[in-house]
């Protein structure tokens, strides 16, 4: 487990910025301290998961063996059209409205 | 203070009986869904069990097995009885938020197969209850819309993250209860409250319209009042759903049917790693439930499984990062909360500020983290290595013994308030119920007399994958030997 290197720095400010930011999440100075500090203790405890020598061992992604599951192409009903469009926050023309996306022409 | 109207040992009405009553014409479905709605009114505003009531609905349902009942149709096994679901289960037209700010107002297009099954059953949907948002909590406070009250003890958490199932089942709102339990979201707050709550076998009971949080762990099971209402239940919910492709192909063996045979012969392993740790109290009941299986003739030996030691960390590693990518979906842009913004970035990420709380935002990044490059195999490969461990080990305890039995938590319920700021205080609640999840295996909570302070102590029996009869026989001994729940248990 290299990647498990007990010298390696613990969890920092930095990490929980970049890792906000690639979760679509916005903090507060103030949420960066205190999420700095909760997610610390949590990682610090799974230290001893880290430290185990596993590499004997395949990881279990499941607790079942998850097989392709295949059904006969036979059309059938779908959701409604009208009642999925209603819970959309912003519709138009069939369609979900979103604001622009980013680099594209207005 | 009312007391509750039923509960457990308290000479309750149980499911089984109102339906017995209902399908014979001697009350009418209309009239138990009226007095589930009046003890709701008396009483919820101080528990705040429901996040919503479908009053209407409940009354046409309920009008629709009086029909049946007039006609001479079999309205089904759970004719009339009023049930609670858990507000993670969607349901056609009715408002399914997931204790969160961000699906606040949405109403589903479909139903979950859970719901659909249980009103073909004949059961009435009464209402839909509070939990730790989107599933991630022991004691239902991280609800965007308040904490659920213990029902035997007003100061105390309900635990969770299924509080408000347990809690309308505690407190007689409804005989029955629908949760979701991930790492032990049924079962231990079913030990908190002092009702049955149990965990299928990964796979058992479908899951399409079960608004997910980590797929590999999630399952949906019953709350009920007595072992017999539970396996009912199940029976009920389980078996396969052509909707759901993790949903086991095999036909689900009816529980209820061998419910009554008893522990004779039964190898029972007494797990002293899943009550080493626990409160001198709770120990005290774990071992008493265990004498008492003795007596009834099973044979119990202490057995030790130190692989269940490391579940915690491997869990709270693993979930996170299944509930990171499964919220992913929440981005403001085809259902829920949207938050406007300049670009479409701007507005999913002020969207998911603004509609997430800091529970979820914590695991969201702790999971986003743990599956991050240059920590996914130090993290979440290694927790997926452990998960391995772990399930090694049930099947190596599964030679010796038929049946495993332990704690449901460490403590009988907390203040609240108490750990909401400590999320590792608040994790390890999960301790002793954290294995079967990892591994897919069935377990149950049953109510087990109280702890020092008056307090519901819940014993939790395990079984291997698929051997829910054996699990629901052993409960159904470990509850005809436990001690009343003494009605000291002050309630503020």
Partial sequence: ?106 | MTPPASGPGLGATTALETAAAVRAGERSARQVVEEALAAVTARDGELNAFLSIGADRARAQAEAVDAAVAAGDDPGPLAGVPVALKDNLCTRGWDTTCGSRILEGWRPPYDATVVVRLRDAGAVALGKTNMDEFAMGSSTENSAFGPTRNPRHGGKVPGGSSGGSAAAVAAGFTPLGLGSDTGGSIRQPAALCGVVGMKPTYGRVSRYGLVAFASSLDQIGPFAATVEDAAVLFDVLAGHDPLDSTSLPTPAEPVLARLHEGVAGVRVGLCRDLVDGCAPDVVARVREAADALAAAGALVEEISVPEFGFGLSAYYLIAPAEASSNLARYDGVRYGLRVEGEDAAAMNAATRTAGFGPEVKRRIMLGTYALSAGYYDAYYAQAQRVRTLVMQAFARAYESVDILLGATAPTTAFDIGAKVDDPMAMYVNDVCTIPSNLSGHPAVSVPFGAGDDGLPVGVQVLAPALDEALLFRVARVVEAHAPALAERAARS
């Avoid at chain 1, 700095?36 to 949590?42: K, Y």
């Avoid at chain 1, 430290?51 to 599951?69: F, G, K, M, R, Y």
């Fill in chain 1, 1 to 106: 487990m290299s990647d498990a290197d007990p010298g390696r720095a613990p969890l920092g400010r930095d990490d929980v910025v970049h890792v906000a930011h690639l979760a679509r999440l916005e903090l507060s100075d103030e949420e960066v301290e205190l999420f700095t500090a909760q997610l610390r203790t949590v990682l610090d405890h799974a230290a001893d998961v880290a430290a185990l020598d596993l590499s004997h061992l395949e990881p279990s992604s499941h607790p079942i063996a998850l097989q392709n599951v295949m059904r006969a192409d036979e059309p059938r009903p779908s959701l409604e059209r009208d009642e999925v469009l209603g819970a959309a926050p912003a519709v138009e023309d069939h369609r979900f409205r979103v604001p622009r996306i980013g680099g594209e022409a207005p």
